[in-house]
């Protein structure tokens, strides 16, 4: 295996191409690897193998244009072949179940998959986030459907995936990578591999820890984050703008506050800390407590536009309100676990009507104008760019009413002649 990853004859098959697999695949191909991908959703599979992405990513139609014409990147929903690869990166979604547990039902048949198709010697990489363990579990799997002994007959490595949304392609080449082994014949074999596009530093560990590290960072942020939004809560009772307090507190060498808002969506921070705590026996309460904090803010939101609308005397029943922003971030068309998608949520049925406009996101409003027309609030829910530099003033002739609420610190002075509440804003 080490002389075929040297030579770039080892044959990779990724296994999932959504935000982290596919861009995954491309590095690897234009590392110079065959690589095939495959994917379950047919679409997919067909857009990828027609050079174009799926997913919005700064760099990724080049990158991906370049995999397909070097004939080193093909995607399949075959399962045929990715049978007898060298190595098998799995991608694959962890998300949680109704009742928050985590749904590894997408990783186990992504695990089964690959038991069936691999063969003696092949290296096996989790890059999706798992809670502890699983990795040794996902081992013992393999070994009961390919009776193959782990660690000697097949190598094991989670290898977590750290990269940011947006940018991708520079965090996968620069960031430094955690690599898990069962045993540590693994751990190098994985670090041979990442090597060879990987510019960060690279740890080897084993796999129960590379778990933990992976949700560890994800639980720090989101703890983090609830404290923020926990501030911002304080600063409307003490009437002050927490993020001057913020931006004056983090002049501190030592405080890095970070940003309240409508709350923390995505694939990542809302499900990560429920993912390290699942197998716990015990803990002491504060990671749930963040979760809880995180998850209400739509709610602060929801009574920030019941207020303002009490401000002008319409009925909450008669309100028509636009959401402007479904995607859980700016510059980014993935809505899982949108906050904007709970706000909605919450306020569909006590509202005349709810309306909505994305730029990156299908099925919104094809534009803000038509969008605005007649309504009586904004509620911004995304920090795209574009809503950054919009004229309020004209927007603002649209509107049957003149009510803006901003839920991602995005515009910076309230607009005159509106009736302006923000989170964390404190009064005005
Ligand atoms: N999105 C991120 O920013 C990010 C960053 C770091 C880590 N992660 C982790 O990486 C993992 C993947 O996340 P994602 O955002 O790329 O998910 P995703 O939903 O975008 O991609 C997963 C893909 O796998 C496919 N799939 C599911 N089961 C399959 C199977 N059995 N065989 C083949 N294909 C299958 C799905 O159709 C989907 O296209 C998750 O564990 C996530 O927590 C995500
Ligand atoms: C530790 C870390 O950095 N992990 C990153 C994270 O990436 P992410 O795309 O999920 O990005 P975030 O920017 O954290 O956004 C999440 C939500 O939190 C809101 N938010 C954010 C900052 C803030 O101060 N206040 C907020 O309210 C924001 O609007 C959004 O809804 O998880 C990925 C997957 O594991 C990691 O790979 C990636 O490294």
Request: glycine share 8%; hydrophobic share 40%; with cysteine.
């Amino acid at each position: 295996m080490r002389e075929k990853i040297a030579d770039r004859s080892a044959e990779i098959a990724v296994i999932g191409l959504g935000y982290i697999g596919l861009p995954t695949a491309i590095m690897f191909a234009n590392a110079g690897f065959k690589v095939v991908g495959y994917e379950i959703r047919e679409d997919v599979v067909k857009k990828v193998n027609s050079g174009t992405s799926h997913i919005i990513e700064p760099e990724i139609e080049d990158m991906l244009r370049k995999a397909i014409e070097n004939g080193n990147l093909r995607a399949t929903s075959d399962k045929k072949e990715i049978a007898g690869k060298d190595v098998y990166i799995i991608c694959v979604q962890t998300p949680l179940k109704e009742d928050k547990t985590p749904d590894l039902s997408y990783l186990e048949n992504a695990v089964r998959t690959t038991a069936e198709s691999m063969k003696k010697g092949s290296l096996v990489i989790i890059e999706s986030t798992v809670p502890p363990m699983t990795t040794l579990r996902m081992a013992k799997l393999i070994e009961d459907i390919t009776g193959f002994k782990a660690g000697e007959d097949f190598y094991m490595v989670h290898a977590p995936e750290r990269v940011m949304p947006r940018r991708i392609f520079k965090e996968l080449v620069y960031n430094s990578r955690i690599l898990g082994g069962i045993n540590e014949e693994s751990a190098e074999l994985a670090e041979l591999l990442y090597r060879t596009f990987v510019k960060g530093q690279i740890f080897k560990t084993n796999s129960t820890t590379s778990e933990m590290v992976k949700l560890m960072e994800n639980t720090f942020r989101d703890v983090n984050i609830a404290l923020a939004n926990e501030f911002a809560f304080l600063a409307h009772q003490y009437g002050i703008d927490v993020f001057e307090a913020i931006e004056l507190a983090n002049t501190h060498p030592r405080v890095k506050i970070h940003m309240p808002g409508i709350g923390v969506g995505g694939h990542c921070l809302p499900k990560d800390s429920y993912l390290l705590l699942s197998s716990a026996k015990e803990d002491f309460g504060l990671i749930k407590k963040a979760r809880e904090i995180n998850e209400d803010m739509p709610l602060f939101a929801k009574d920030l536009l019941i207020d303002a609308l009490k401000t002008i005397n319409l009925p909450v029943e008669e309100a028509i309100v636009v959401v402007l922003g479904l995607a859980y971030k700016g510059y980014s068309d993935d809505t899982r676990n949108s906050p904007a998608l709970k706000f909605i949520e919450e306020i569909k049925d006590i509202v005349m009507e709810v309306r909505t406009y994305d730029p990156y996101v299908k099925g919104t409003h094809e534009n803000l104008e038509d969008a605005l027309k007649g309504a009586d609030a904004v509620v911004i829910a995304t920090d795209h760019p574009e809503f950054k530099t919009l004229d309020w003033q004209a927007l603002g002739r649209l509107m049957r009413n003149k009510i803006l609420i901003d839920g991602r610190h995005v515009v910076k002075n309230p607009p005159k002649g509106f009736v302006f509440k923000g989170i964390g804003r404190g009064e005005y």
